[in-house]
């Protein structure tokens, strides 16, 4: 009966390192992925700095937030 558990085990610890590690690869294409110089939403430049601190933004820290708080 241990053989079942075992291999319930096995396939499930195989199945979250593949997930982590497809996570892993989706973070770090997203982080290699350049963003955007001007916001999605109101067309402004996004300011240098942000893109340092999120190189993947697409939104100006002003719209970011107004985004966040709607949800």
Do not use: F
């Amino acid at each position: 009966m241990s053989d079942v558990y075992d291999r319930a085990q096995a396939l499930e610890a195989r199945q979250r390192a593949e997930a982590i590690a497809r996570q892993q690869a989706a973070t770090a294409l997203m982080l290699a992925t350049p963003g955007q110089s001007h916001c999605d939403d109101c067309g402004e430049r996004i300011a240098e700095a942000r893109r340092q601190a999120m190189p993947c933004c697409t939104r100006c820290v002003d719209c970011q937030s107004i985004r966040e708080r709607r949800r």
